[in-house]
């Protein structure tokens, strides 16, 4: 199994711009997360989502979009890039958390810079 | 508003001696808290969790230690290795078993020293 995967591992862009960030997982996960992190700072949760077609926000969503066609795909858009999203975005996946295990799987990440 | 606070953000300690990671946490509704480490250019990888309804979980070299009246918990590597030098993170669910949303905390920097 590949796991997690994040494409790309890194991107600059400029101010306005719009990109998407892909993340996949080959280990039939239902649940999905999208976090970004700081220099200095933990990890934030941008959105989830808890199967296909099921998206919500998270601590830090303003400035970004999601949607969850399949089960193996959790695409990340960034509409109108601002210097402010500078971040290393970070996702993941787990498990159905009936078992409270709640272990989540990342990927290793995408760089970004906007400038 | 922190939720998950980790107040040392770096910590060295010798090869071969205890590191004592320590994490504190605001929300008493939290009811399950795992550790991550993270080596750079790399994603979190998992590495010990521990429900609210225990005070104390070991796997191998790695013990997590959970004090629920002073919301404080703290990871023990025994012994430490250089190879455990990595950012260690601190999280917490607040009981959403349909979501498994987790609260991080800031991390801390482990270096050990051969």
């Known amino acids: 199994n590949a796991g997690v995967t994040q494409t790309p591992k890194f991107r600059i862009l400029k101010i306005g711009q719009s990109m998407t960030l892909q993340c996949a997982q080959d280990m039939n996960h239902n649940y999905m997360y999208w976090y970004r992190q700081d220099p200095g700072m933990g990890l934030k949760l941008i959105y989830y989502?808890?199967?296909?077609?099921?998206?919500d926000k998270g601590e830090v969503p303003n400035g970004y979009n999601v949607s969850r066609s399949t089960t193996e795909d959790f695409p990340l858009r960034l509409e109108l890039a601002a210097p402010s999203q500078t971040s290393v975005y970070f996702c993941?996946?787990?498990?159905?958390?009936?078992?409270?295990?709640?272990?989540?799987?990342f990927g290793p990440g995408t760089r970004l810079t906007v400038l | 508003d922190q939720q998950v606070k980790q107040n040392s953000p770096s910590l060295s300690v010798q090869e071969g001696r205890i590191s004592i990671l320590n994490c504190d946490y605001t929300?008493?509704?939290?009811?399950?808290f795992l550790w991550y480490k993270k080596y750079p250019a790399e994603g979190p990888t998992f590495l010990i969790s521990i429900s609210s309804i225990k005070d104390k979980n070991e796997d191998g070299r790695f013990t997590v230690f959970l004090n629920k009246s002073a919301k404080h918990l703290s990871l023990h590597i025994v012994p430490s290795q250089p190879g455990d030098s990595a950012v260690y993170f601190c999280a917490a669910s607040a009981g959403i078993r349909n979501t498994g949303k987790l609260i991080f905390g800031q991390g801390t920097t482990l270096q050990v020293k051969p």
């Open positions: 989502s808890v199967g296909a077609g099921i998206t």
């Open positions: 929300n008493s509704m939290f009811d399950y």
């Open positions: 993941a996946s787990s498990y159905s958390t009936l078992t409270h295990k709640n272990e989540q799987f």
